[in-house]
C-alpha cells in the first residue's frame, strides 16, 4: 500500500482538499479521475474514504456523494468519553445531531505537564474546550485543550422508585439512554420513598453480581403531579433551581435606582406589551412622528430596556449564578429564571406607575423604514400602562377595553403607524419568512393538562419584534463603531450539502430551485410563495426549515442569515439572557454611562468562552421544555390508548415514522417494523419510507390516521400504529404502464394488506419481524433507535 504512495497515490489531505474545493458533486469515479487512479487503486481508494468517514474528516451524502465533514468551531463544550491507546483523553461535541452529520468527530485533548486550576479533567466530565489543530490520524478528527471543566462525572442518577413488597425498591431511571439499566435501593436506603416518587440516587461501590445499588438522596414527589414532570427534565439536565446564598443575599440588599447619573424619561409614555402571563417584563416602547421636515413621513422609536447591569455586576455572585444559568426556562407551571425574583419580577420588572433604570434607544426611521441613526440613553423611566398582546390589538381593531381605550389615540396609533413604516424596511431586506405557529399547554387548576392552542399570530406581536429587531441591530452596530469586544447572535447559512439535498428533493415536485449567485433568505421566500396553497405546502415549509442551521451566540461575526442582517446581537431581553447582559454591559463601557461596564480587561478569547457556554445552555432549556411537553401529554393520553387522531408526517427516518397530532402537537413513532409484510427503504431524497416490492411510500408532511398504542409519560414517549395506506411509488420497470401500473400496485397493496394485517398487528405487539425481513439485504444499514431531530433558528 505505502509503494502506491510514494509513485503518487494522493495523500488523506489531498483527498480531503479535493472534496472540499467541490461540494456536493464527488463520489469516488471523480476521486480516481482527479488523481489518474487505475482500477486497481480503487480498493485502496474506498478504504482511505472509510477511514474518513470514521474519523468524521468526510462524510456521505446519499449513495455515492462524499462531502466533506462539518468543522467544529474555536470553542466548543465538549464529553470527555475516554482514552486513546496512548492513554491521553478523547472527547465528542456536547451538542451534536447525529442525525443531520453521521458520527460527532474524535477530539484529542492535549493536557500540558502544569494545567492551571479546574482545567485538569477526566472521563466522564463535561469541559469547555478550546480547538487547537485538526487530525486525520488514529480516528481523531481534531485536537484541543481544556479551558475549563463544567461538570463532572455523574454518580447521581434520577428516576422512579418502585416499591418491593418486603421493604426497598428499585429505580427506574428517566433518561431514555439508561433505559433498562435499574438500580437496586435497600429498605435502609429507600428515605421512605414511596412507590412511584421521583428520586434522585447516589450510585453505590458495586457488589459484582445482581443490579448496581444506589442509595435515596433526593424526594421531589409523585410523578401524578405535574411539578414532578417538570421537575424531571430540570433534574435531568442539571438546570440549576436554587441561588446560592450570596446571589439571594445581594438581591436583597439591592435598591432601586434613582435619577443619579440618568436621563429623566417619566414623562414619554413608554407602554409594555406582552403576553397575558408574564411576570417580567423587560422592554417598553413608544412611537411618535419625526418632526424633523428632512425626515416627512418617517419615526421616532424608543425601546426601554430594563438596566439589569445596574444590579449584576461584572464577578459578583448574581454574575455567576447568572452565567451558570445563561438563560431563564419556562415551563408550563413554572419558570427557572436567571436571577432571583427580587430582582427579575420586582426591581428590574418595568411594571406601570413605577420608576425604574432602564438602558434605552432612540431609533429614528425614514419613510422607506430604513434606520437612519440612533443613540443609547441611561435613563429613568415610569411604564404608562401594561398590556396584552391580545388587548392592544383588540384596541387597534376597534374594540378597546377600560385599559387600552384613553392609550388608543396617543400612544397605539403611533406605535403601529411607526410599525407600517418599519415593515417596509423589513419587507425590503426579505428576511426568511418561515411563520412558524407555537403551541401552548394550558393546565388545570391541579396542574394536569386542560387543552393544548396555538395562539393566534397579531400585528401586535410582530410590532414587538421588529422594534426589538431595530434595538439589537443599533446595540450590535454601536458596539462593532466603538471597537469593543461582543458577543454577535449569530446565524449561519445552510451547509452547501443541505442545500443540495433540497433542490433533489424540490426536484421530486417540479419546484424549481434555481441557484445563481450568492445564497439568500430570499431564495427560499420565492419557493414558499410558490408552494403556497398547494397539498404539499406543509412539507416544504418543514424541509426548507430543516435545511437551516441552527442559530447561536458568537465572538465573531458571521451575519444572521435567517434575519438577512450583517450583524446582529442580542440586547431586548437582559432578566432572561446572559448575552443581552454582556450587551448591555458593552454598551456602558462604550459610551461612558456610569457603573455597571464591562471591565477593560474582558477580552475576545473570553467572550467566546461565554458565547460557547451559553449556546450549550439555550439548547439545554429548548431540550427541557420540549421534553416537559412531551412528557406532560403523554401523561394526557395515557387513558387514551386505542383512540384514533390525525395527525401529520413530521419525521423520516430508519427506525420508522414520527407523526405529530393534529390537535395537541405531540410527536409519537410508527415503527417500521409495524409498516407492513415487506421491507421499507429510506429515501433521504424524497424524505420517505418506499416499500421494496410494492412502492408503497410514506413522505414526510402526509396527513395520516393513527391508534395510539402505547403511551409512556415517563419518557415521554408515544406509540402509534398507522391505519392510513401508503401512496404509490410505482417500481421503474412498470413506471411506462402508466396509471394502469399505479392502480394495479396499489389493488395488490389493499389485498395484502387485508390478508397479513392480523399477522402484522401480532408482530406489533409482539415486537418481531416477518423472515423476509430478517434475512432481507437492506439498501441502507438501519440504525435502531434513531431519532428526529429537527434544525431551527431563532431571532
Known sequence: MSQKRDIGFPSREAIVAFIRANPGKVGTKEIAREFGLKNA?????????????DQGAVKKSGRRAITEAASLPATLIADITGRDSDGELIATPAEWD?????????IRIHTPRHARPGATAGVGDRALLRIDSSETAEGVSYRGRVIK????????VLGIFRASPGGGGRLIPVDKKQAGRELSIAPADSREAKDGDLVSVDLLRGRGFGLPAGRVKERYGSIATEKAISLIAIHA???????????????????????????????????????????????????EPDPDPNNKGGYIVHVAIADVAYYVRPGSALDRDALRRGNSVYFPDRVVPMLPERISNNLCSLVPGEPRGALAVRIVLGADGRKRSHTFHRVLMRSAAKLAYAQAQAAIDGRPDDVAGPLLEPILKPLYAAYEVAKRGR??????????????????????????????????????????????????????????????????????????????????????????????????NRVLTLVAGQ????????????????????????GHFGLNLRRYAHFTSPIRRYADLVVHRGLIRALGLGDGALPDSETGDHLAEVAAQISVT?????????????????????????????????????????????????????????????????????HALIGQRSGAMHRLGDVVDVRLVEAQPVAGALRFELLTEADVLVPRHRRREGPKARESVRGRLKSEAKEGKEATSKRAKAGTRTKRQKNAKPKTKRKSGTSKKGKSWTP
Open 98 to 106: 447525529e442525525a443531520e452529520q453521521s458520527e460527532p468527530p474524535r
Open 535 to 558: 397539498d404539499y405546502e406543509q412539507l416544504v415549509n418543514e424541509v426548507v426549515l430543516r435545511s437551516q442551521a441552527q442559530a447561536e451566540y458568537s465572538a465573531e461575526n458571521y
Open 618 to 686: 439555550e439548547r439545554r432549556a429548548m431540550k427541557a421544555e420540549r421534553e416537559t411537553a412531551d412528557r406532560l401529554i403523554a401523561h394526557h393520553l395515557a387513558d387514551r390508548v386505542g383512540a384514533t387522531f390525525q395527525g401529520r408526517i413530521s419525521g423520516v427516518t430508519r427506525a420508522g415514522l414520527f407523526v405529530k397530532l393534529n390537535d395537541t402537537g405531540a410527536d409519537g413513532l410508527v415503527p417500521i417494523r409495524t409498516l407492513g409484510t415487506e421491507y421499507f427503504d429510506y429515501d433521504e431524497t424524497r
Open 427 to 524: 419587507d425590503a431586506r426579505d428576511p426568511l419568512d418561515l411563520d412558524l405557529p407555537e403551541r401552548k399547554i394550558l393546565l388545570k387548576p391541579d396542574g394536569t393538562v386542560d387543552r393544548v392552542v396555538v395562539p393566534e399570530r397579531l400585528n401586535a406581536h410582530r410590532l414587538i419584534e421588529e422594534f426589538m429587531i431595530l434595538a439589537n441591530v443599533a446595540a450590535a452596530e454601536m458596539l462593532e463603531k466603538k471597537s469593543l469586544p461582543l458577543i454577535y447572535r449569530v446565524h449561519d447559512e445552510p451547509a452547501v450539502e443541505k442545500v443540495h439535498a433540497l433542490q433533489e428533493f424540490l426536484k421530486t415536485l417540479d419546484v424549481p430551485f434555481a441557484k445563481s449567485g450568492a445564497l439568500r433568505p430570499s431564495l427560499f
Open 149 to 156: 471543566v463544567l461538570d463532572h462525572a455523574k454518580h447521581r
Open 237 to 287: 439536565h442539571e438546570i440549576p433551581l436554587d441561588f446560592s446564598p450570596a446571589a439571594v443575599q445581594e438581591a436583597e440588599d439591592a435598591q432601586p435606582a434613582s435619577l443619579k447619573g440618568r436621563e429623566d424619561w417619566r414623562e414619554l409614555p413608554l407602554v409594555t406589551i406582552d403576553p397575558p402571563d408574564a411576570k417580567d417584563h423587560d422592554d417598553a416602547v413608544h412611537a
Open 41 to 53: 487503486d480503487r480498493a485502496e481508494l474506498k478504504r482511505i474514504l472509510r477511514d474518513l468517514v
